[in-house]
């Protein structure tokens, strides 16, 4: 079942619920058929990874340290991947086409509307990241020390990003809503704001900064940017609260 319909009633972001479309996508590689069995020791697995390599990095974590940290043997570790290589490309897929699912999915009346739109996307990615901290903070952290296909991997993640970023603001110049001179390069700007949220969570941690400042202030300072000849309305509330429901199930 797609993100897109899960996300009414349960949290789509979860663990668990993640593990469970890895499992699906990797049926044929991992030995271990059984969903009661597979989808909790695939989230032992992948909750253990990202924890040890928040702080070892993930190239240093050694199958071992792995295996102790989730609770099953080495043996064990073997029947859900066959490698690292394999492990990371599990996780990079999951985030990947979570990001893609999720963000090519807009609300019909939004999608009509570039500046709702914009907002929409700036909003949902960060309660997304929000939601998956430690899949993001490990995507972007760990990019730099991935094998060259699984690096390649994480910047074609970044790329797809700001091409949907860019899809919306192409929309709003069009439709005269937007003034941008530089649409490709207006985007590649607008992304870091979206990966500060997660990067630097400890410093808005520190200041206090809640999750809806921060979303309403990049969205205001987007608008800001890109504003063409009608006058950008700040983000409604009915608006963020639909940005709510579709990120956070």
């Not at 992304?191 to 941690?205: E, F, G, N, S, T």
């Amino acid at each position: 079942m797609g993100l897109a319909r899960q996300r009414s009633g349960t949290n789509a972001f979860a663990m668990d619920v993640l593990c469970a479309r890895i499992l699906e996508r990797h049926r044929d590689s991992v030995r271990v058929q059984k969903p009661h069995l597979a989808v909790p020791n695939l989230t032992r697995i992948i909750g253990a990874t990202l924890t040890l390599s928040n702080k070892h990095g993930f190239h240093a974590t050694t199958l071992r340290q792995l295996a102790e940290a989730s609770g099953l043997s080495m043996g064990g570790l073997y029947t859900y991947f066959d490698s690292k290589p394999t492990l990371l490309s599990m996780i990079l897929g999951e985030v990947a086409e979570t990001v893609a699912e999720v963000l090519n999915q807009p609300p019909a009346d939004v999608k009509q509307d570039a500046r709702k739109h914009l907002h929409w996307i700036i909003a949902t990615h960060v309660r997304m990241s929000e939601a998956m901290q430690p899949w993001f903070v490990f995507c972007f952290m760990e990019a730099k020390s991935f094998p060259p296909a699984e690096r390649q991997r994480a910047i074609d993640m970044e790329v797809m990003t700001e091409k949907i970023i860019a899809g919306v603001l192409k929309q709003g110049v069009a439709s005269g809503v937007f003034a941008i001179d530089q649409v490709t390069l207006t985007a590649s700007l607008i992304k870091p704001l979206l990966q500060d949220w997660y990067v630097k969570r400890a410093k808005y941690r520190r200041r206090g900064t809640s999750i809806e400042t921060y979303i309403n202030a990049v969205s205001t300072f987007a608008d800001a940017a890109v504003a063409g000849r009608t006058r950008p309305s700040r983000v409604a509330t009915g608006s963020r609260t639909k940005s709510r429901q579709t990120a956070h199930p």
